[in-house]
């Protein structure tokens, strides 16, 4: 039976298990065909140990099947096939329980990739901006469509010269006011000569 070429994600399991940034990789690996984690660790450049509980999700999710195995004399290689070649998160509002917290893990997953990822000597410029205010429904509004634009005015720097650089933004209602605010910039370090 042939995949679908889309497939729309609308229930809190499957959106959940498809907004994290090391299984939306897996999916994307899974695009030209079905593989075994060892052939998708070697493709995303991580031990395949790291890809195990990934795939149990997205099997468990369903996004992924597991469709067939193979005995290579030392052990059984499972291969995996992606149900889908793309996705989009389209949630029914009233089967989500928290979707606020399903878009905040998507943003924290993204963030510790980074963290994870980065070198100790950044290669470039870090800035994280921190407020927080009260804000009217209209100021809500406002806010949310400029950052909307920043997105699409980043997009459109793409150049082939470039240094890969990522955007998170999060605009989001909290429990109570915050005190914590701040600004942290920093760029490459520069290192002083020596006399």
């Known amino acids: 039976m042939a995949q679908p070429s889309h497939r729309r994600l609308t229930d809190q399991a499957e959106i959940e ?32 140990a790291n890809l195990t509980r990934h795939l149990r999700i997205l099997v468990k999710a369903g996004l992924i099947a597991q469709t067939r195995t193979r005995d290579t004399g030392r052990n059984l290689e499972k291969y995996y096939e992606a149900q889908a070649q793309s996705f989009e998160v ?5 089967k989500l329980a928290a979707p606020h917290k399903v878009a905040l893990s998507f943003a924290r997953s993204e963030l510790s990739r980074a963290i994870a990822q980065l070198p100790d000597e950044c290669p470039g410029l870090v800035e994280v901006y921190v407020a927080a205010c009260a804000l009217t429904p209209a100021a809500q509004a406002e806010f949310a469509a400029a950052l909307s634009d920043l997105v699409e005015r980043f997009q459109k ?8 650089f990522t955007l998170v933004l999060s605009l989001h209602p909290t429990a ?8 942290v910039q920093l760029s490459k370090p520069k290192r002083e000569k020596r006399k």
């Open 176 to 183: 109570a006011h915050s005190e914590i605010e701040g600004r």
């Open 17 to 48: 298990a498809y907004l994290h940034r090391t299984r939306m990789a897996i999916l994307v690996a899974l695009r030209v065909g079905p593989a075994t984690a060892t052939q998708i660790a070697a493709d995303l450049g991580v031990h395949p």
């Open 90 to 94: 389209a949630p029914d509002a009233d």
């Open 157 to 164: 720097q793409q150049s082939p010269e470039g240094q890969p």
